[in-house]
């Protein structure tokens, strides 16, 4: 069963957004909380800041407005599984809650050697970058993935929904009815009639961006088995340059390499169940429509 939850953090950035009020950072809100806990990198180097990026700070008083979803993460552990009497396998989809601030388990997307780290084309597009060490070998990890839906299009539709599918949709646009609305007795209109604005955003998994993912999986979790995708988040922020890093003893400051950037203040805006355990399915490409459903005639 797919489960689409729509985070708190979301919500408040949209009402700060409108009303012009500065998206201040909650305590336990941030996707990069949790990137050191054993069970996500069970090989955090000591000290922790061995070979990492110092990433800019954020003003909310001046930079709320460049807040946008334009980062994926993918993530595991959001299935179990019961065997009926025949042998057979259902899956069961834990879903979020929209007070959560992270995925269940946030899995690796790359997994590189300091001494032969990301540059060009792929690092441009890779963020979320911690260390770790493994047998005395220091690497970097990437967790994020930028993308950019600033060229999708707006789509606005009345859907009704049966059975928890959609049934009809219709293309909205205003009209001089809409302008001059008039009085109608909402305990007698239809229910399950829903306003829906959405864009639709596309991403693609290379075959060899798979296998960057199971080789990350095998080095941090000990099995390619562990590359399970169930769950996508969609994450907002803002990309800034990186111009500092710890030495990869930890204990110094030196200069980024050029062209390094990181995505300050992430936060989970959307997530999305899914399940593609990808030592089989490989290569995928999908699109994702996201957006803001309200029921047609209002809620009490």
Known sequence: MKSITRLGALNRLLVCLAWGIPFRIHPNSLVTDVLDDARINPYVPTPATAGRYIEADFDPDTETRDLKVSMIMIGRGGHSATIDNDGEISPITFPHKATDTGMFLPMPLLVRPITSDLTGDEKAKYRLRRTMVVNNVL???????IFDASSSEIIEVIETVVDGKVATSTPYIPTANDARPQKEDISQTATNIYLRTYAAVGFAFTTEEIEDILAACELMYGSKEKAVISEIAFCFGKDKPVTQMYSN???????????????????????????KPTIYTGAFRDTKNIGISEPLFGAR
């Open 139 to 145: 690497y970097a990890v990437y967790f994020g993935r």
């Open 249 to 275: 003893a930890g204990t110094t400051v030196i200069n980024a390499p050029s062209n390094s950037n990181e995505f300050v203040t992430a936060h989970i805006g959307i997530i999305e169940s899914t399940f």
